[in-house]
């Protein structure tokens, strides 16, 4: 089947903080949030993507990766494009407000 959507991940010009958490996760967790990756790169961001949700009040959406691991990857999409802008280990029940931030202040960044 033929890639639909391109995937980018966020990069400030001095590092890419999507590669460096991946480079520090086992291969096992690594292996999983690719996975999910690899469905937004098939399908974009909608429905048929396992464990997404549109984050209210904002224009991005969440990719939940659930169990003991528990991870949060924040996306945006524009036409065929899907910027990964955030990853990280979710401790809470409740998504803390610094997570989102920094997704909304990667946004700004990007040429959308």
Known sequence: MENNYDVIFYSN??????????D????????????????????GL???????????GTSFWELRILGKDNIRI???GKEKVVFVLHIFVKKKQKTPR??????????????L
């Open 74 to 76: 924040f996306c945006i």
């Open 46 to 56: 909608t429905a048929k993507v396992p464990n997404i949700k549109k984050v209210t």
């Open 13 to 22: 010009n001095l590092e890419n903080p999507i590669i460096k958490f991946l």
């Open 98 to 111: 610094k997570e989102i931030a920094i997704a909304l202040d990667r946004i700004k960044h990007l040429d």
């Open 24 to 43: 520090k996760c086992d291969d096992k967790l690594r292996s999983k949030v690719l996975r999910q990756i690899k469905y937004v790169n098939e399908f």
